[in-house]
Every structure is written in C-alpha cells, then in structure tokens.
C-alpha cells in the first residue's frame, strides 16, 4: 500500500503569492495531521481532521493559512499571501484511529 | 500540562555498539501513549516503536526497544547493534491529553561512527 503522498516535495515561491500544499493519506485512514517543522520551533501541529471534518486548527499560525479536506483521499493547505517566515517543511500524515501517525515525505516550502 | 523533553541535542556512538536516547515526559493521564519517530537526513519522519502506560512489558521492534520506566516518566529509545544507517534526529512524542495531537519532543541527532 503507497504511503502518505505530498505534493510538490519542494516549491519556491515569491512573498505575496499563494501556495498550496497537497496530501494523499494512507487508504483507510481517518485521522489527517497537517505539521510544520523549522529549526526554530521544531514540529508544530497546524491542523488535524477526523473524518474529513477539520477537529483542531489551533496551531494554524494566522488567517493566512487555511486548511480543507474535500474527501476522504485529499487534503489541501492554502497559504495566501505567503511571507518569508512562512519558509519551512511542511507534513501530512495520517493514522487511523489512535494509532500511530504515517508521515508524508514532507514539502520543502521556500519563501523568497 | 502535557510536556516531553530530550535532553540530547546530540549523541555519538561507535558502529555495533548499543545507544540509549533519553526522553522523560510529564502528563496527568492514566493512560497514555509514547511514540519514537525517527528523521534521517532525506527529512521523511519514520514511526519506529510505541508503549503504552500500561502495557506489561516494554516495547521491542527489531534492533529497537523501549526502557520505560512509568514512575521516573522516562521512555528511553534503546538501539542496539547500531549501523551507519541509523545516523539521524530522533524524536519522541506524547499524545495531548484527550486528543489526537502529538507534542514532539526536540529531537536528539545521533551520529554513528565506523
């Protein structure tokens, strides 16, 4: 069975463009993590849905990111505008029930 | 609140030798959950080995094990017979209390030596 898939694994952009991040869990799976990881703040949880219903966007940094999960296979992370500070790895991974998280391989995410 | 700490910013050890990468945590569960993940350099994050609270015996997979011990809240990631592929940041998670969300620890980089 294919893992979680992210695309694109890097992408460039300019400061004041939008980005979308794309995630394809694991068949199955019913819970979806969206992380940021920086050497700065390490890995932060951004957003988790259950169900494809969004359950805690806590961590979602500010109004600029956004997060959907139209169905069961797909799950988007919207950054519009982004800014330098944006610049990091962005995960997804999925798990079903509490059991252990299956991550991504992660997009590079840089800002310019 | 929910809190785990690594206190290794980084490890060495010699090729075939076992290593120890500490994680102590604190949370006011009953029950509860601990997670390794380990990161290479190529950035994926790889679940290594889970122990729950109140399993009886520690956890073991492969060349991995867990030393926990509940009443010190400790849940140190034991590799033995360490190889050059298991040179990478280490990180240990918790469960928040009641949810799905993960507290990572700060990982540990461990470097191993021919």
């Known amino acids: 069975d294919a893992g979680v898939i992210q695309s694109p694994r890097h992408e460039v952009t300019e400061m004041g463009q939008e980005v979308t991040l794309r995630c394809k869990p694991i068949s199955g799976h019913d819970y979806l993590f969206w992380y940021r990881q920086t050497m700065m703040r390490g890995l932060e949880l951004l957003i988790y849905f259950n169900n494809n219903v969004p359950i805690d966007d806590s961590g979602m940094p500010e109004d600029r990111f956004s997060a959907k999960m139209p169905n069961a296979s797909f799950s988007t992370l919207k950054i519009q505008p982004s800014e330098p500070r944006d610049s990091a790895v962005y995960f997804c991974?999925?798990?079903?029930?509490?059991?252990?998280?299956?991550f991504g391989p992660g997009t590079r995410l840089t800002v310019l | 609140a929910q809190k785990i700490t690594q206190t290794q910013p980084g490890m060495f050890v010699q090729e075939k030798e076992a290593v120890t990468l500490d994680c102590t945590y604190d949370t006011s569960d009953p029950s509860y959950g601990l997670f390794w993940y380990k990161q290479p350099s190529s950035g994926e994050m790889i679940f290594l080995i889970y122990?729950?609270?109140?399993?009886?015996q520690n956890a073991t997979e492969g060349r991995y094990s867990l030393n926990f011990q509940k009443a010190r809240k400790s849940a140190n990631l034991v590799i033995s017979a360490s190889q050059l592929g298991d040179s990478a940041m280490y990180f240990c998670a918790l469960p928040t209390s009641g949810t799905y969300k993960y507290i990572f620890g700060t990982g540990t980089r461990l470097k191993v030596l021919a």
């Open positions: 991974a999925s798990s079903f029930d509490y059991n252990e998280q299956f």
């Open positions: 122990q729950g609270s109140y399993d009886q």
